[in-house]
């Protein structure tokens, strides 16, 4: 038999069991919750039915889900590709400097983010200043919006996603060595050929880091489509919102918060194969 | 060969982005008119709105009784798990450790969603009572990350040296790791109170009607369209709060040399 000491037992106690109580029975409760019917008032029936996953074939839903992935994996690339040149250059810093842009980094993303989404909402307002502006030069249509589209909802999810990016990236960028830049150059690679073939395969743990942190949370993206998109929008995480407060479905609701749930886990899974192999 | 200053550019710009929408934030809260995209003359006349909102005062109360039960409860729970996930190797510690991380992890929608459907389930009403419970749950693994980070700095040396001059392990305890872990833990609890006072989406989900925190709130008012410079007011004072809250937590955790 497995002999456990006691201290090691009274110290995992409190938080095990809190997170079995408050995380896997809930996430359980998920699924099971999918199989039950629903009551036309709001409430979950008693017994068993298939109701609410075969509303999963809804055939509007294959858009939401491809929908859902691309803006994930777009907002992930472009804060990738920010961050990359980012923690670099932060990387290259002195110590006294390094630390202080870190704070400048950190701080915008210990704001409010309901405030900072609604900070764009009014940026991008259809009277606002970059709206006047981009009319008086042209660039857009009198009756034009920048509100409501997927372009919206991508820069305002990268605002908000950027710093998780930036971090891991910097964090790896901080042990890379640069002198291995240095000998690439004496070898003959310019500078981007350098970047791309020495510091990008040097902080690889730190890129998968990042694409994980932006892209899984932007899967159950929710307050973002809500505020500064449109009907055409919507992701799954607002489609789970609208079955639950509006429709009143609470096993739909549970049918498609699982599906959500396999599609995070997925990712997950295939970095624990990469990490093993 | 020069170096490339394209990194350096990407930074600063990026930096700009970073504040440019808070600056314009603040900015706003001091215009005079009742729509951002005209400026007409300076006013504070919106902060002074701010204080014939019972309902904002009311969730600001809500919103600092909830962060503050979290940052609590979730300071002792997160210790404690960072302490096992630190001292021992076991398989118990592999899960314990597997259990900690899913909270980082779940995206905020299914969390919010499957504690609704576990307080449902239960015949639980929705409450400040449940949204603390929500708020400790992912509070716990943040406070955890923390004090896991300073543990791997800790001298458990001085701990030793105080059992062998004769302080029994209660002692030791209280009188040695406790003090020296304190910025950590502190630390810990700072970071599990603005990560409450901040969430939305997790509230929005256990909240009952009437229990209303600070951001669903304003998420509401931003929804109705209704006193949006008021909200601008409402943003700035907080974003005062929060530099003041970071600029605390940096003198926590900045390195303090061990004696």
């Known amino acids: ?51 609410a996953i075969r ?67 009014q940026i991008l307002h259809a009277q606002g200043y ?35 990016a930036i971090l891991p990236l910097f964090a790896a960028a901080e042990k890379f060595d640069f002198g291995l830049l240095d000998a690439a150059r004496d070898l003959g690679a310019k500078p981007l050929r350098a970047f791309y073939s020495i510091f990008i395969p040097g902080i690889r743990q730190g890129v998968i880091t990042a694409v994980l942190v932006v892209f899984i949370p932007m899967l159950g993206s929710y307050v973002v489509p809500d505020m500064v998109g449109g009907t055409g929008t919507q992701m799954i995480g607002n489609k789970i919102a609208q079955r639950n407060f509006t429709d009143r479905n609470l096993p739909e609701a549970a049918a498609l918060s699982g599906a959500l749930a396999l599609l995070v886990l997925a990712p997950m899974f295939l970095r624990r194969r990469a990490k093993e192999a | 060969m020069r170096p490339s200053r394209v990194p350096l550019i990407t930074l600063i710009l990026v930096l ?10 603040v ?39 909830v962060a503050t039960a979290a940052s609590l409860v979730s300071m002792v729970l997160g210790t404690a798990a960072a302490f096992a996930l630190h ?45 603390s419970i929500a708020h400790i749950t992912f509070c716990l693994s943040y406070v955890a990350l923390v004090v896991q980070a300073r543990l791997q700095d800790f ?41 409450s006072i901040d969430d939305y989406v997790i509230t929005y989900f256990v909240k009952g009607p009437g229990s209303d925190t600070l951001p669903t709130l304003v998420y509401s008012m931003i929804k109705k369209s209704k006193d949006l410079p008021v909200i601008n007011a409402l943003s700035s004072i907080m974003l005062i709060i929060t530099f003041a809250v970071v600029a605390v937590s940096q003198r926590l955790t900045r390195p303090t040399p061990v004696a």
């Open chain 1, 130 to 164: 970059v709206a006047e502006a981009l009319r008086f030069l042209g660039l857009l249509g009198e009756n034009d919006r920048l509100l409501g589209n997927l372009a919206a909802v991508t820069i305002v999810s990268v605002y908000t996603y950027l710093p998780f």
């Open chain 1, 1 to 51: 038999m497995l002999k456990l000491k006691k201290p090691e037992l009274l110290s995992t106690a409190p938080s095990f069991l809190w997170l079995v109580m408050f995380v896997l029975v809930p996430v359980a409760i998920i699924f099971a919750i999918a199989f039950r019917p629903a009551l036309p008032a709001g409430g979950i029936g008693d017994g068993w039915s298939l109701n």
């Open chain 2, 27 to 65: 900015l706003n809260s001091f215009n005079n008119s009742r729509y951002a995209s005209k400026w007409s003359g300076f006013s504070t006349r919106w902060y002074e709105r701010l204080g014939d909102r019972p309902d904002i005062i009311a969730a600001l109360g809500n919103s600092v009784k």
């Open chain 2, 155 to 195: 001298d458990f040396n001085v701990v030793e040296a105080a059992r062998d001059l004769g302080a029994t392990k209660v002692q030791a305890f209280l009188k040695v790791t406790l003090p020296l872990l304190a910025p950590g833990i502190l630390a810990g609890g700072l970071l599990a109170f603005t990560l």
């Open chain 1, 55 to 121: 509303a999963l074939a809804d055939p509007s839903y294959p858009a939401l889900f491809a929908r859902t992935i691309f803006v994930a994996a777009l907002t992930a690339a472009l804060c990738i590709a920010t961050a990359l040149p980012v923690a670099y250059a932060m990387a290259r810093l002195t110590p006294v400097w390094r630390s202080r842009v870190l704070l400048l980094v950190i701080v915008p993303f210990w704001t409010n983010f309901v405030i900072r989404v609604f900070a764009w909402q």
């Open chain 2, 87 to 131: 001292r021992y190797k076991s398989r118990l510690q592999d899960v314990h450790r597997l259990f900690v991380t899913v909270p980082l992890v779940l995206p905020d929608i299914l969390m919010g969603m499957s504690l609704l459907l576990l307080f449902i389930s239960f015949g639980m009403s929705l409450s400040l009572f449940t949204i």
């Open chain 2, 16 to 25: 700009v982005f970073f504040y440019l929408p808070i600056g314009f934030l």
